[in-house]
């Protein structure tokens, strides 16, 4: 049986058993790419230039945690790009940090108060002794920083409306997403063409379980 095919962009060392119950299944065939070429990816580039990847090549893109590493105006490039990829059907699912829930966290404890704790890559084991804090989510993960990865600075940042505005602005007619206030997160569903609200409100309750 032919599989769907989708792009997991800024995967960094993940892969699709990190993605969500939908994709990390036999139906569907993962190809990635990243900024960082360590990562051995299939693409290696910036999602705001996929020349590399011809038009209407995938069924759908997952990008978690990347589009606040763009300017706004690069964001918009990237959206015009995932938009060019994708499958008339196709679709993006994007989940990013939630400006409104992180400032408000920043408001009660302050900007360098632990939100959360990191897990063991391999493990998936909370490590006690790596946190993030608001000024984590705003501006970048300090000890990525520290090291070098400057990639992993954030240039920009999105509430819901302004990030479904982003991708309704650039041609995709039908937008959800939903605001996770215990993981400090939006996650959005965009698809390229038309969709009832009750199937695309399904699919994106089914990538969240």
């Not at 699709?16 to 990243?34: G, L, R």
């Not at 978690?64 to 679709?91: D, M, Q, W």
Request: glycine residues 6%; contains cysteine; hydrophobic residues 35%.
């Amino acid at each position: 049986m032919k599989k769907n095919k989708f792009l997991h962009v800024g995967c960094g060392l993940k892969r699709k058993d990190t993605t969500t119950p939908v994709f990390n299944t036999d139906e569907w065939e993962e190809f990635t790419i990243d900024i960082d070429p360590s990562c051995k990816t299939d693409f290696i580039g910036s999602m705001t230039n996929l020349s590399m990847i011809e038009d209407e090549t995938f069924d759908a893109i997952y990008s978690s945690h990347n589009i606040e590493h763009l300017y706004i105006h690069e964001a918009l490039v990237a959206v015009k790009e995932f938009n060019r990829v994708l499958k008339k059907t196709g679709y993006v699912m994007i989940i990013c940090p939630d400006l409104i829930t992180t400032c408000e966290e920043i408001i009660k404890k302050g900007p360098y108060a632990p939100l959360y704790y990191t897990k063991d890559f391999k493990t998936g084991e909370l490590k006690k002794d790596s946190y993030v804090s608001g000024i984590d989510i705003l501006y970048g993960w300090r000890p990525a920083l520290q090291n070098g990865n400057y990639f992993m600075a954030h240039k920009s940042g999105y509430d819901e409306k302004a990030l479904i505005s982003l991708f309704t602005k650039n041609n995709f007619k039908n937008v959800w997403s939903t605001t996770r206030k215990k993981f400090f997160d939006i996650q959005l569903i965009a698809f390229k063409g038309d969709v009832k609200k009750e199937i695309g409100e399904n699919l994106l309750r089914k990538h969240l379980v």
